[in-house]
């Protein structure tokens, strides 16, 4: 009997390890070291700020963008989860969540900053993003330029919420969900799924917070068990 029980025990030990091996963090960042989360993002347009533990965008105007830096992220991800949460302030719209960003976003009547700079020289430029709340907050859906639009719903965006946002990115389609529903799923394989996320705002205030990019196997177990990242993903775990 102790044999089996001290063989368990190993075998537990090994597969946790195992489960760590596997799990797959790209990127993260819950903005409580502004100078550390400075390095990991560049704002292309609009006034952005770390303050108070998020990362807010203070300019109500339109095509407010800021994407993950060069170093840290890799081309080639194209099989990816994306979580954010965020909270509007003020103002007419809701949020654009970016991803499968590649090459020069667009404008849209803008000067926008200098890109990342081996982001700006890929090809072709490609930008989606999720607009929650859009079009005076009567709607939202994924729209995409040089991709495929699509996931229309009915989801509005109140001031003061917090929102916990995800979008499940594959080679060849994407699932939107918010607050762990399920909102749409649509088939597209254009550019094999590849490009890095970020985030923005259309005539909004609004903040950002614990941000999260992992792989199919899942997410790292978090090191540090005091970061909200941490305590977010252990809930989860206990919940599933």
């Known amino acids: 009997m102790k044999k089996c029980i ?84 003020s103002g007419a719209e809701g949020f654009l969540i970016m991803f499968r960003c590649q090459g020069l976003m667009q404008p849209r009547g803008l000067v926008l900053e200098d890109h990342p700079p081996r982001m700006a020289n890929l090809k072709p430029s490609l930008e989606y993003w999720w ?14 330029w040089g991709g495929k639009a699509g996931a229309h719903s009915n989801h509005t965006i109140e001031d003061d919420e917090w929102y916990n946002i995800k979008i499940v990115n594959k080679p060849g389609s994407y699932t939107v969900i918010l607050d762990d529903e399920e909102v749409a799923s649509v088939d597209d394989d254009t550019e094999n799924g590849v490009g890095r996320v970020g985030l923005a705002t259309w005539s909004t205030v609004a903040n950002y917070d614990d941000v999260i990019v992992y792989g199919p196997d899942g997410p790292s177990l978090p090191v540090d068990a005091k970061s909200k990242l941490a305590t977010t993903w252990a809930h989860l775990k206990s919940t599933k």
Do not use: H
Not at 8 to 29: K, N, P
Not at 54 to 81: G, I
Not at 131 to 144: C, I, P, T, Y
């Open 131 to 144: 607009n929650l709340g859009g079009w005076g907050n009567q709607r939202s859906q994924v729209e995409s």
């Open 6 to 89: 001290l063989f368990i025990a190993v075998c537990g030990i090994t597969l946790g390890i195992a489960a760590v091996a596997m799990s797959q963090t790209y990127f993260e960042d819950n903005f409580d070291d502004p100078k550390a989360s400075a390095d990991k993002w560049v704002p292309l347009s609009g006034e952005w700020e770390f303050k108070n533990d998020e990362y807010r965008q203070l300019l109500n105007s339109v095509n407010c963008m800021s994407v993950v830096a060069d170093e840290f992220w890799e081309d080639e991800w194209n099989d990816y989860t994306f979580e954010v949460r965020g909270s509007k302030v």
